[in-house]
């Protein structure tokens, strides 16, 4: 029995498994391996360091490659021969980018200065004479700038900051002679790269307008690398990307929203001719972009369709909480790939025949995974095992299933094997078509059960189909109103009732409420038409839609497209499905956690919601604020902060539960 409770700076000892990867010679795989670094000085806060993570598949011996002490390591990828392995990283004590080229056999690593930023892709050319990588050209030292002038919509974006910064830009590296070229001068960002299987093209995604690049929309354009003449490949822009060429180069699969139109969709699979056409979309019924909920991890999950042939694609999706490999053919039939169905499935890589993949479970952090062609799977690495062996984890239990006017909605629970006296639990909401609760694995959630509270979670009757958020009538504007107000907190409230008859037959349990992003919404929500709760914690929230539309990076597209108009032609609509409109029926206490570098629900809807509660004064509120932190602080912010995020919700819970 393990001598340790599980406590928040159990943080500490995770390993983060990233962007699965196997050699076109089927003799290794790979994946990025972070973990967090302390300084001995205590002065100096702890950071993360990677570094690519090689696996035998024939012995399965497993070694990080030695990078000495370069930080954020991304997009290792195979040569053509698998006898190299490339990838990019920087070195803190310089401060500059390089390019990684790792001998696999023998880790003889040789070091390529980078100009400007660190790419966000990097492929090999098919000869493996040459590396084609996307990044931005240096960029200007903000201190610098005497003031910001702004001219477009979309000015601003969480995790990158302000824009415009220069723009990405497609590059080639000559793997002989070190030398770099620029390729492309696009007005906008060049992204998702992906090389023809001759090598005569390179293909990418790029806006053409900026009223595309506004509204968040695409093109795929291919690139002759002999001449440089550049062409369409789709005529009409999508919110598109992962791109992935057939193997006879007939076919382009990508992944894209079904309405082109509506930002707020999941994607699906789509194809396209790769000399031009009209795209065919695939896929009817899942989530070709899975967002299984999950706080433990670190890294890029790019989930790029592979090709299985030339007329069948695997693809990572979403279902009933979980997330697996999927085949699709050309004609639209499809199958399971994966066999188990109870974990999340985070990236993959397939050739061949034979998948890898990074994949996680509510009891089990990540680890790396291969699966034969004849379906056999076999775990290659352990880098989490002793986090396993030295804490007890909880099984979660579900799904359970709840009928409710709207439809099933699916909830799962987890429990202590020493609950508190007090009964409490905790439950963590959601609402919303971007991130599905499930079967991931949550360290807040171990770390609430450690502490002796039941956890439940659950999605809305909707969650996950990527058909959510598609206009379905003429009263579109209204059922959208409808479906955050009336139908998800009665779903939400539903799970609490079933729970509570499974769990104790009669009489009500204490309950508190937490939710981040759209559950923070959904959290103000529930509290400002309730008191059902004890307490309440809610993140990176919502509470006012009508500043919300004009302060979020994508508020005017979002506002509109989940909620139904923009302030001048349906304030009264956003007013209505606003939390802020009945924050005087609050009575229940609330923890609010926001970051301040938050750019997708800013820091300025945590402000009015804590100064509203606090000048009516009908209930205890506490806000909680984290400088230079962004949406993703509980995902991938600064250790540290991470730490104390999980400190204060759990102090919070406890002071305010039953047994005090």
């Avoid at 279902?319 to 999927?326: A, D, E, K, V, Y």
């Avoid at 990076?553 to 606003?578: C, F, K, T, V």
Wanted: hydrophobic fraction near 40%; aromatic fraction near 8%.
């Amino acid at each position: 029995m393990p001598a340790t409770l599980l406590h928040s700076e159990s943080l500490y000892e995770l390993r983060f498994l990233s962007d699965p990867r196997i050699s076109p010679s089927l003799t290794h795989a790979a994946a990025v391996e972070t973990h967090i670094h302390k300084p001995r000085v205590r002065q100096h806060p702890p950071s993360y360091r990677s570094a690519p993570l090689i696996v035998d598949l024939t012995t399965g011996q497993a070694a990080a490659a030695p990078l000495g002490s370069v930080t954020r390591v991304r997009h290792p990828r195979f040569s053509p021969t698998g006898e190299h392995l490339a990838c990019v990283g920087q070195d803190p004590k310089d401060a500059a980018n390089y390019l990684f080229i790792v001998a696999v056999a023998t880790r003889v690593t040789q070091a390529i200065s980078l100009p400007g930023t660190l790419p966000d892709d990097l492929e090999w050319d098919p000869s493996g004479r040459e590396l084609y990588f996307t990044s931005r050209p240096t960029m200007r030292d903000p201190d610098q700038f005497l003031y910001r002038e702004v001219k477009r919509l979309r000015y601003k974006q969480d995790g990158v900051g302000w824009l415009p910064t220069p723009v990405m830009q497609l590059h080639a590296l000559d793997v002989g002679t070190s030398k770099v070229t620029q390729l492309t001068q696009s007005a906008f960002d060049v992204h998702d790269l992906t090389l023809s299987p001759s090598g005569s093209h390179v293909l990418y995604a790029a806006a053409s307008t900026a009223e595309e690049d506004d509204r968040w929309v695409n093109r795929i354009w291919a690139r002759e690398i002999s001449t440089g003449e550049t062409r369409p490949v789709i005529d009409d822009p999508m919110m598109l990307s992962r791109l992935s060429v057939s193997p006879d180069g007939t076919w382009v699969a990508f992944l894209a929203a079904p309405d082109a139109r509506n930002f707020a969709n999941q994607d699906c699979l789509w194809i396209v001719r790769a000399d031009g056409g009209r795209p065919r979309m695939l896929s009817h019924d899942y989530n070709g972009a899975p967002s299984i909920r999950g706080d433990a991890r670190f890294g890029d999950h790019p989930n790029v369709p592979k090709w299985l042939d030339q007329s069948t694609v695997v693809v990572n999706t979403n279902w009933r909480g979980g997330s697996g490999l999927r085949v699709i053919s050309l004609h639209g039939k499809d199958s399971p790939l994966s066999s188990d169905d109870r974990r999340a499935v985070l990236s993959f890589d397939f050739c061949r025949g034979l998948a890898v993949f990074v994949a996680e479970a509510p009891d089990r952090p990540c680890e790396l995974y291969v699966r034969s062609a004849e379906g056999a799977e076999r775990r290659l690495s352990g880098v989490n095992d002793r986090f396993r062996r030295r804490y007890t984890l909880a099984l979660v239990a579900g799904p359970h299933e709840v009928v409710t006017g709207d439809g099933p909605v699916l909830y799962w629970t987890m429990s202590a094997d020493s609950p508190r006296l007090d009964g409490d639990a905790v439950f963590e909401v959601h609402a919303g078509s971007q991130t599905l609760m499930g079967y991931g694995f949550s360290l807040q959630a171990q770390l609430l059960v450690a502490r002796g509270f039941t956890i439940l979670f659950g999605n809305p009757v909707d969650a996950g189909s990527p058909h959510n958020s598609l206009p379905a009538s003429a009263e579109w504007r209204l059922a959208r109103l409808k479906r955050f107000t009336v139908a998800y907190p009665r779903q939400m409230l539903a799970i609490v009732d079933d729970w509570e008859a499974r769990s104790s037959g009669s009489g009500r349990r204490a309950v508190h409420l937490i939710g981040g992003s759209s559950g923070g919404y959904m959290t103000n929500w529930l509290v400002a038409c309730t008191d059902r709760f004890r307490s309440a914690v809610t993140e990176r929230s919502i509470c006012d839609l009508v500043s919300y539309y004009g302060s979020a990076d994508i508020g005017y597209l979002l506002a509109e497209l989940e909620h139904g108009g923009n302030p001048w032609e349906e304030q009264r609509l956003l007013w209505e499905a606003s939390p802020l409109r009945n924050v005087d029926r609050v009575v229940t206490p609330i923890l609010i956690v926001h970051s301040e570098y938050d750019l997708r629900c800013p820091v300025s809807q945590a402000e009015e919601w804590f100064t509203a509660l606090r000048r009516i004064g009908r209930t205890e509120v506490q806000l909680i604020r984290f400088p230079d932190e962004g949406h993703d602080l509980s995902r991938s912010g600064r250790p540290d902060r991470r730490v104390a995020r999980l400190d204060a919700i759990a102090t919070w819970l406890e002071g305010h539960a039953g047994m005090r």
